[in-house]
C-alpha cells in the first residue's frame, strides 16, 4: 500500500531529528563542561589604568585571622603589577582617607626590609664595663677594705673563692627594620610582584582604624606616564581554610 506523501515527508523529518539528536549526544560524550573547570575566584582586586598601561592585579591585605587588624598597625600587601608598555613606568602607592563605608587609610604605605642589627660605628666608645682589677684605687671602697684588720677564718672552712668578673648579660640582636616609599620602576613589558612571604614586604603603615575580614584599606596608585591616579580599596584576604565551628550549646530544659 502506497502512504500519501505528506506522510513519507512527515515519517523523514522525524527520522532526521533522530538521527542530528544521537550525533549530538556522541558529540558531547566524554566531555566535561567548560563551567566545571572553571578556577574559584579569587579575593584580590583586579583592575588598570585607563589606557591599559598598567595592569593591577590579585591586590589584598593578607589574611590575619578573624580578629583583624587593630589600629595602628602594620598589614602585609600581596599585589602585582605588569607594565604593558615598551617604556619604563614608575608607580608611587600611598593611602588617603575615604568616605567608603568599611573602608580604612592608612598613614604610610611602604616597602619594610628586615635585616641584621648594623655593628657600632668606629670610634664609638667602649661601652663594656671595667674590671676590678682595672678599677683605679678607692673605687668602690677598695682602699677601706684593705685598711680592715684581717681575721681568721674558723678551721675547717674554706675562704670564699673571689668574684669572676663578668661582662654581663649579652644584649639579644634586635633586627634593623627598614621603610623604604612605595615607589618603584617597572621596566619595560616588566613586572612588580610583592608577597606577605617576602624578604622586603609592601606594607600598609599606621592604620587609621580597625582592619577586620570584611574591610578594606584605601590605596591611592599614581603612574609616571601621565595615566589618571586610581583610588583602589584592597580587601582583606579569604581564609585558606574554614575557620572553627562553636558546639551548639543546649539549655538543660532542651534536653529533657
Not at 19 to 44: K, N
Not at 147 to 168: F, H, I, K
Not at 208 to 221: C, E, H, I
Not at 248 to 254: C, M, V
Given at each position: 500500500m ?84 615598551d ?60 685598711s ?14 673571689a ?11 634586635v ?14 613589558q616588566?613586572t ?6 617576602d ?5 600598609v ?9 570584611g574591610?578594606s ?32 550549646h ?7
Amino acid at each position: 500500500m502506497m502512504r500519501p506523501l505528506g506522510t513519507r515527508r512527515a515519517v523523514q523529518a522525524a527520522g532526521a531529528a533522530t538521527v542530528a539528536v544521537l550525533a549530538l549526544a556522541g558529540c558531547s560524550a566524554g566531555q566535561v563542561a567548560e563551567t566545571a573547570i572553571l578556577d574559584t575566584p579569587i579575593a584580590g582586586v583586579d583592575t588598570q589604568t585607563t589606557s591599559g598601561s598598567v595592569y593591577i592585579r590579585n591586590l589584598q591585605v593578607e589574611y590575619p585571622g578573624v580578629e583583624g587588624y587593630k589600629a595602628g598597625a602594620n598589614a602585609p600587601l600581596e599585589l602585582s603589577l605588569y607594565n604593558q608598555t615598551d617604556n619604563e613606568i614608575t608607580v608611587s602607592i600611598s593611602s588617603r582617607p575615604t568616605e567608603q563605608a568599611q573602608v580604612v587609610s592608612a598613614s604610610q604605605v611602604g616597602v619594610v626590609t628586615r635585616g641584621a642589627s648594623p655593628a657600632a660605628p668606629s670610634g664609638a666608645p667602649d661601652q663594656t664595663p671595667a674590671s676590678p682589677a682595672s678599677e683605679p684605687p678607692g673605687a668602690n671602697g677598695a682602699d677601706e677594705a684593705s685598711s680592715a684588720p684581717a681575721t681568721e677564718a674558723p678551721a675547717g672552712s674554706r675562704a670564699p673563692s673571689a668574684p669572676v668578673a663578668s661582662d654581663g648579660p649579652t644584649a639579644p640582636v634586635v633586627p634593623a627594620v627598614r621603610v623604604s616609599p612605595a615607589q618603584f620602576k617597572i621596566g619595560a613589558q616588566g613586572t612588580a610582584l610583592f608577597r606577605p612571604t617576602d624578604a622586603a614586604q609592601l606594607q600598609v603603615i599606621g592604620l587609621s582604624d580597625d582592619l577586620a575580614p570584611g574591610t578594606s584599606v584605601n590605596l591611592v596608585f599614581e603612574f609616571s606616564d601621565g595615566s589618571p591616579a586610581m583610588e583602589v580599596p584592597a580587601p582583606v584576604a579569604n581564609p585558606l581554610t574554614p575557620g572553627p565551628r562553636e558546639e551548639p550549646h543546649l539549655d538543660e530544659d532542651s534536653e529533657h
